[in-house]
Every structure is written in structure tokens, then in C-alpha cells.
């Protein structure tokens, strides 16, 4: 996909359509996210692999830019929401019946079918 595609993707709100969330690892023995490696598989080959530093150089660096736009807003975040803060891997487009698997080392995997 190039060019306009990419951009009406983002414009469209695309990537927020949903997300699966694997078990939650307390804060105290989670790793350092800059340094959290992630794969993504398809039907159990990898396709996709990168490290917490591709997102922004550190997630946090999103999660901080999201903090300061809605405080200049007058609103904030709150406890108990979820923030997707990036993605480790490339943009990979799935076919219908792909069995989907993503590890972040230190963190967990999460599995998908879509039909």
C-alpha cells in the first residue's frame, strides 16, 4: 500500500479498530520496554520482529507525547485506561483463517484466529 493508502488508513482511525490484551504483568518485574524485543508469527512463521525502541525510540515517548496533547486539551489520562502506545512490528496484512501469535520477551504472547 503506498502513499494516500497509508494516510486514509491513519485518517480513518484504522489501527484503533481493536487489540487483544494477554495477561497483565505487574510493573516490578516487568523489563524495560526500550529493550523489550517482540515477534509477530503467522500460522507459526515469523514475520515481523522489533524492539520497544522502534516505537519512538521508547515507548514511553508516545505514551508522553498522548499525556501533554490531552493536558493542553484540559484533559488527562486515568487510571485503569489502556494505551497502545505503538507497535514493535511492521504493518502486516492478515488473510481469513491466519493464526496470528505475539511474543514480547519478558511480557508474554497473545494468539489470534481471524476468520
Do not use: Y
Not at 523489550?36 to 524492539?51: D, F, M, P, W
Not at 496484512?93 to 520477551?105: I, K, Q, R, T
Request: hydrophobic share 50%; glycine share 14%; aromatic share 4%.
Amino acid at each position: 500500500m503506498g502513499g494516500d493508502g497509508r494516510a486514509t488508513l491513519i485518517a480513518d482511525d484504522f489501527f484503533a479498530a481493536g487489540c487483544v490484551l494477554g495477561t497483565a504483568v505487574p510493573r516490578i518485574t516487568a523489563p524495560d520496554l526500550h529493550d523489550v524485543k517482540g515477534r509477530a508469527l503467522i500460522n507459526g512463521e515469523e514475520v515481523a520482529s522489533g524492539t520497544g525502541a522502534d516505537v519512538l525510540g521508547h515507548p514511553h515517548n508516545a505514551l508522553a507525547w498522548l499525556a501533554n496533547h490531552l493536558a493542553a486539551e484540559g484533559k488527562g489520562l486515568h487510571a485503569g485506561q489502556v494505551v497502545l502506545t505503538g507497535s514493535l512490528v511492521r504493518t502486516i496484512w492478515l488473510n481469513a483463517g491466519d493464526s496470528v501469535v505475539m511474543e514480547l520477551a519478558g511480557l508474554g504472547k497473545v494468539k489470534a484466529t481471524f476468520a
